[in-house]
């Protein structure tokens, strides 16, 4: 089941970052950039953040249910 587990989220990985390369592919066919400096990219970059931590508590709620002694320390 844990080798199930993490082969789940390899794939879900490796499938998000197929869909971000593809992305950057045809942003550089298209010669379209960025500005750092926009209000969207400190959105972009603050949802990200989010994102994440939302995930992590989530990855560490299961963990915990399913009755981890260190993901409840933590």
């Known amino acids: 089941e844990i080798k199930n587990k993490f082969?789940?989220?390899r794939?879900?990985?490796l499938e998000q970052a197929l869909v971000i390369k593809e992305q950057l592919r045809r942003a550089a066919y298209l010669n379209l950039a960025q500005d750092p400096s926009h209000l969207a990219m400190s959105l972009n970059a603050r949802f990200a953040e989010v994102e994440c931590l939302a995930e992590s508590h989530q990855?560490?709620?299961k963990?915990?249910?399913a009755g981890n002694k260190p993901a409840n320390a933590v």
């Open 11 to 13: 794939f879900k990985l």
């Open 63 to 65: 963990e915990s249910l």
């Open 59 to 61: 990855h560490l709620c």
């Open 7 to 9: 082969l789940a989220r």
